[in-house]
């Protein structure tokens, strides 16, 4: 048996040969950052491969999140709804700019914001709704955007789970005023380290690029009270040859998913995320849900894959909203089932160049117990 350790994940990369032949022209033009060549056609690339109206690139999904929050210049204090089971990064890009974070509930059939308890949490102070498509599951777009509208509110998706998700023939990226994506090494696309904002009024190109660079706006013309948050050209040529190979790595992580899918479905107690037929997926993740009548509880389960060398992690535990530096802070509101779920989840390792040996032994494993 496979006695390796096998992670949750492994970035992608290009061959080395391809990434090396790529950063040659650096080594002539000196040109490493501030907008380069590469920049521009990552940007653009992107933004076809996407299928979006716009596209900016910035340094991590992070700051892309943080600096979008910033650029739509909502009131301090302003009331943001969002959901605690996602990564933490959500919730600080909210806070970071001053505003309230009030934690509406998710839905147990796919761990997206519950859009039909969306309409209780909104007040007079309510600015935004920020949403996130959790791996890569889609967010009811539509209804959220019938109640944005209703009460004029901006929408900003945080996708940085859904690189490459196509919805109704659409590119995930054109729902709301903007959806963030995140390029980190751990992702399913990446750039090292680097994100992306997709958009449709132009507008917020100019104050992303602001934002992202000091707001200089010439050689002796700063216009804005801006941050740092470019991406490089190293950062951007990664982007270009992993883009190059992107169809590759979601079809060998197709197949594997599809293999592990078919054998958990048989265990008892095991169960999985219900699938959007609406929706190209991505295959970025592999949760699954660790039910009361499986023979381990799931922090057991993951405790005896790590014993065996299996390192699957609780992707969402604990919610944003139970994190030390957020409990207790912001309104108490009932998230039953983004607890039933947290309590739950685990993410199995998936990545294109996974050994099918790794998958029959975290399989057997899990069958065993
Ligand atoms: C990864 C991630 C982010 C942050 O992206 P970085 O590129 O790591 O800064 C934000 N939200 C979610 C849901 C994420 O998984």
């Known amino acids: 048996m496979n006695d390796k350790k096998i992670l949750v994940t492994q970035s992608s990369m290009p061959p080395y040969i391809e990434f090396i032949e790529a950063i040659k022209p650096l080594w002539d033009s000196h040109w490493l950052t501030n907008m380069g060549e590469y920049h521009q056609e990552l940007e653009r690339n ?11 690139l910035v ?8 600096l979008t929050i910033q650029a739509m210049r909502f009131p301090e204090g302003g009331e943001v709804i969002t959901t605690p089971f996602t990564f933490i990064s959500t919730t600080h890009a909210i806070v970071r700019n001053r505003l309230k974070p009030v934690f509406c509930d998710v839905k147990l059939e796919d761990g997206t914001i519950d859009e039909a308890k969306i309409e209780n949490l909104i007040t ?18 539509e209804a959220i955007q019938i109640i944005a509208n209703k009460y004029n509110l901006k929408v900003i998706y945080d996708a940085a789970h859904a690189f490459g998700i196509t919805y109704k023939h659409n590119g995930i990226g054109n729902y709301g005023d903007a959806s963030v994506f995140s390029f980190h090494a751990t992702k399913v696309f990446n750039t090292v380290e680097g994100g992306a904002v997709a958009f449709s009024d132009y507008k917020l190109y100019e104050k992303l690029y602001n934002l992202k660079n000091f707001g200089i706006r010439g050689e002796e ?11 490089n050209e190293l950062c951007a040529i990664m982007g270009l040859c992993n883009l190059k190979n992107i169809e590759k790595n979601f079809a060998e992580r ?14 008892r107690g095991i169960s999985l ?22 023979a381990m509880s799931r922090d057991e389960l993951y405790e005896y894959l790590k014993d065996n ?19 207790n802070k912001y309104r108490e509101i009932e998230l039953d089932h983004s607890r039933w779920l947290s309590d739950r989840i685990l993410v199995l390792p998936l990545y294109g160049e996974l050994e099918w040996d790794a998958i029959k032994k975290i399989i057997y494993l899990i069958k065993k117990v």
Not at 46 to 56: E, G, Q
Not at 59 to 66: I, R, T
Not at 124 to 141: K, R, S
Not at 254 to 267: G, P, S
């Open 309 to 327: 060398n299996v390192f699957s992690r609780k992707y969402f535990y604990p919610l944003t909203s139970d994190q030390a530096c957020f409990k």
């Open 254 to 267: 197709k197949v594997r998913y599809e293999y592990y899918v078919e054998q958990l479905r048989e265990i």
């Open 273 to 294: 995320f219900e699938s959007n037929p609406h929706t190209r997926w991505n295959y970025a993740y592999l949760p699954i849900l660790i039910n009361d009548d499986y």
């Open 124 to 141: 007079e102070h309510t600015v935004a709704i920020v949403p996130v498509h959790v791996y890569g599951n889609v967010c009811n777009v």
């Open 221 to 231: 013309l700063v216009t804005e009270i801006g941050a740092n948050a470019k991406m």
């Open 46 to 56: 992107l933004k076809d491969y996407l299928a979006v109206p716009h596209l900016s």
């Open 59 to 66: 340094v991590n999904g992070h700051m892309a999140l943080e």
